[in-house]
């Protein structure tokens, strides 16, 4: 795209200094539009997190205070404990389980979205944007009043003879409820990606006498890639870190990171290991983001 | 893609099925939520009779008002700010060069990434420190609440706002203002009177998102909120960690009702997007 300063200032001829001088002039007025955003994010976002680096380094003291001096890595080794150990290698698996869940929902739908005629289609992805939009708390406390105790689910168990069900509180519920509430966010950018496919390629796939699942194999599924790992970021990592979901479904053995950390700060009180957890958390996020950029997808 | 690609014989059912559930899992959840917000049984989750009382009872706490008022100044004055400041980093990215500028584009693309609770912790120990600083500097003494959470989403909503608006610049060719430059319109001008009308529908879009996105907020909302001082999607998960009652069901669809308001003018500014 052509910059601005491509563009001349009036009644002038394009000597040299004078080009400089209005390239220095556009290159302040474009700072000075960045700058309040800018100051406003050192101040209130870099800072806070340089703030969680120098805590996870800290000290707890005896009454559950943080003693800032004398740096040391106790809160990482601490990390390697067996207990944490499991929590993080059980926050994997189910953001994992996840993520993979959304995924053989998603493509099928998209594809079949990608496939109605537009005037269906707008009003098929309006539907899905909905749910997009609507607040997540209030979408897994729905969970919550369907698989609680003499609920609606239990209601259908029943008759259908399968007894009492113990889902609530259970590492399913957890899953369910990761599931209903990041399932739009992989079918978005999966729709994206499949629609753009010139469908042509499918059909001279098939022409060439590939099966059905050649076609998907070695045609569709490699041209929606893009699609597939962005909508299996944007699943697995608010999975990885959730707190609300596991607070409201899980019970005492779904315990996932992000309610752990939460209960660093509001509960155990201790701060620095809080801070260590949240800042290999935010690593994690970092790198995956990193790699997909790198992957050269920017579609999201 | 075109219709012609569809799959015949069983797969064509099967994405039929497939498509059906979809709708099914996302919409069955809240039609029922709604439904039990006006049953009379004390049990959440059991029809018992028609009734209004839980909303009665919605109207008449004044811990449930409260946190519903602050909720709103809270959604205003963020969406505000958020827009101004997020559509100027907005242009500044998208129209300009200048020095610092991948970092910045960096940065802004941090608070979308960073995960809730990371960002919360991030918050919670920032104005643990920055009132301690304010009052050994001014001597006032601050609290958390209004202030620390406007600001906490002011943080992450620039970021979507930028996004949102830097989209609809992207798209747009910038032939018209140079147009405008050339017949001697200033700089200001330029803005006023051909980009800003241009891009008004993606600083509604961004706008819309921010608002959802404070009214919504939990995690970091929580972390940043002071005693007496809170919202009402916290409010709400606090009663919730405390036991479900019909009074949940209600506020619940209170805020679904929101939500769903500011999904139909967010695709009314799609639409004119489109048309515009």
Redesign the interface.
């Given at each position: 795209m052509r910059k601005k300063s491509d563009t001349l200032p009036h009644g002038s001829e394009a000597t040299p200094e004078f080009e400089k001088a209005a390239q220095r002039k556009e290159s302040r007025r474009g700072f000075l539009l960045a700058f309040p955003s800018y100051l406003y994010l050192v101040i209130f976002f870099v800072i806070p997190l340089a703030i969680v680096l120098v805590y996870s380094f800290a000290t707890r003291n005896r009454f559950g205070g943080t003693d800032l001096s004398g740096w040391n890595l106790e809160s990482y080794e601490k990390i390697a404990e067996p207990i944490v150990r499991t929590i993080l290698f059980r926050s994997l698996w189910l953001a994992f389980l996840t993520t993979i869940i959304c995924l053989v929902i998603a493509y099928p739908f998209a594809y079949f979205l990608s496939t109605r005629r537009p005037s269906i289609r707008n009003v098929m992805l309006v539907f899905v944007m909905i749910p997009f939009w609507t607040n997540f708390l209030v979408r897994n406390y729905a969970w919550r009043v369907i698989l609680g105790n003499d609920g609606p689910f239990t209601n259908v168990t029943e008759f259908l003879g399968l007894g009492t069900n113990e889902l609530l509180f259970s590492q399913k519920a957890v899953v369910l409820g990761l599931v209903y509430g990041y399932l739009p966010f992989m079918i978005l950018p999966l729709y994206a990606a499949i629609e753009r496919i010139d469908g042509r390629l499918i059909e001279a796939s098939r022409d060439l006498y590939g099966s059905g699942w050649q076609s998907f194999r070695h045609v569709l599924l490699p041209l929606s890639m893009p699609g597939v790992i962005a909508g299996s970021i944007l699943v697995f990592v608010p999975s990885l870190g959730a707190y609300v979901t596991p607070e409201i479904l899980g019970g005492a053995k779904t315990t996932l990171l992000g309610s752990y950390i939460v209960t660093q700060f509001l509960t155990a009180r201790n701060w620095p290991f809080g801070a260590a957890l949240s800042f290999v958390l935010m690593t994690v996020m970092l790198v995956t983001t990193i790699i997909y950029f790198r992957k050269g997808g920017r579609t999201l | 893609?075109?219709?012609?690609?569809?799959?015949r014989g069983w797969?064509k059912a099967?994405?039929?099925v497939?498509?059906w559930?979809?709708?099914l899992?996302?919409?069955a959840?809240?039609v029922?939520?709604v439904l039990?917000s006006f049953s009379e049984s004390r049990?959440?989750?059991?029809w018992g009779g028609f009734t209004f009382d839980w909303y009665q009872q919605f109207f008449d706490s004044n811990n449930a008002r409260g946190a519903l008022s602050n909720s709103v100044k809270i959604a205003l004055v963020v969406t505000l700010i958020s827009v101004i400041?997020?559509t100027?980093?907005a242009?500044?990215?998208e129209?300009?060069?200048?020095?610092?500028?991948q970092v910045?584009d960096a940065?802004?693309y941090?608070?979308i990434?960073?995960?809730?609770?990371?960002m919360?912790?991030?918050?919670?120990?920032?104005f643990g420190?920055f009132y301690d600083v304010i009052e050994a500097v001014f001597g006032i003494q601050m609290r958390k609440g209004f202030g620390s959470i406007s600001?906490?989403h002011?943080?992450f909503n620039?970021s979507f706002v930028?996004v949102v608006v830097r989209a609809r610049l992207?798209g747009m060719s910038?032939d018209l203002?140079?147009a405008a430059?050339?017949l001697?319109a200033s700089?200001w001008k330029a803005f006023r009177y051909v980009t800003f009308p241009q891009i008004l529908p993606g600083i509604a879009g961004g706008a819309l998102l921010a608002m959802?996105l404070s009214?919504?907020d939990?995690?970091i909302t929580q972390?940043v909120s002071g005693p007496g001082w809170t919202t009402l999607?916290v409010y709400?998960?606090g009663l919730?960690?405390k036991g479900?009652t019909p009074l949940?069901?209600a506020i619940?669809v209170i805020?679904?009702l929101?939500?769903?308001l500011?999904?139909v003018l967010?695709?009314l500014a799609q639409r004119s997007r489109r048309t515009g």
């Open positions: - | 893609m075109s219709s012609s690609v569809e799959p797969a099967a994405l039929h497939n498509g559930f979809v709708y899992f996302f919409y959840p809240i029922l939520l039990f049990n959440v989750g059991k400041l997020g100027m980093a242009l500044a990215l129209r300009f060069t200048f020095r610092g500028k910045f940065l802004l941090l608070p990434i960073i995960p809730d609770v990371t919360a912790v991030m918050l919670l120990l920032f420190q600001i906490s002011i943080a620039i930028s992207a910038t203002e140079e430059v050339d001697y700089r959802t009214l919504d939990v995690v972390f999607p709400v998960f919730i960690r479900v949940i069901n619940s805020m679904l929101a939500s769903m500011l999904v967010s695709l």
